[in-house]
């Protein structure tokens, strides 16, 4: 059997590349708005690291993702698509709501858990 001496310096690199994208990956999500409610209505990101958040507004009105501590406040049409992006600092939980009017009396509402680094 021949040795391969540079086999195993190139997994560990390959495996430290993969850490680092399973930890910017856990700083992403999704979070689609149909039938009055968020269908993802709890998400987890890790504080001090970069978070994106795709909205997906599946209905034929309007809605908004409203965050208050982050100063978020991001209207979507109907059927719309948008990204946003903040770095959460402090560790702790944050509601998220829809700001359009009834939407959160209505139960449209959401945590976001920020989990320290």
């Known amino acids: 059997m021949k040795k391969r001496p540079f086999s195993l310096p190139l997994l560990?690199?390959?495996?430290c590349l993969l850490a680092a994208c399973d930890r910017a990956a856990a700083n992403e999500a999704t979070i689609e708005?149909?039938?009055?409610?968020?269908?993802?209505?709890?998400?987890?990101?890790?504080?001090?690291?970069?978070?994106t958040l795709r909205l997906v507004n599946r209905d034929g009105y309007a809605h908004a993702f409203d965050m208050d501590d982050f100063d978020i406040?991001?209207?979507?049409?109907a059927?719309?698509?948008?990204?946003?992006?903040?770095?959460?600092?402090?560790?702790?939980?944050?509601?998220?709501?829809?700001?359009?009017?009834?939407?959160?009396?209505?139960g449209m509402v959401?945590?976001?858990?920020?989990?320290?680094e």
Do not use: W
Request: net charge negative; with cysteine; proline share 10%.
């Open 12 to 15: 560990l690199i390959l495996a």
């Open 33 to 51: 708005m149909e039938a009055m409610r968020f269908q993802q209505d709890e998400i987890t990101v890790n504080a001090g690291q970069p978070v």
């Open 79 to 106: 059927n719309e698509t948008r990204e946003i992006s903040f770095t959460p600092e402090k560790p702790g939980q944050y509601t998220f709501y829809c700001g359009s009017p009834g939407h959160h009396a209505a």
């Open 73 to 77: 406040h991001t209207p979507l049409a």
């Open 110 to 116: 959401g945590t976001l858990i920020v989990t320290p």
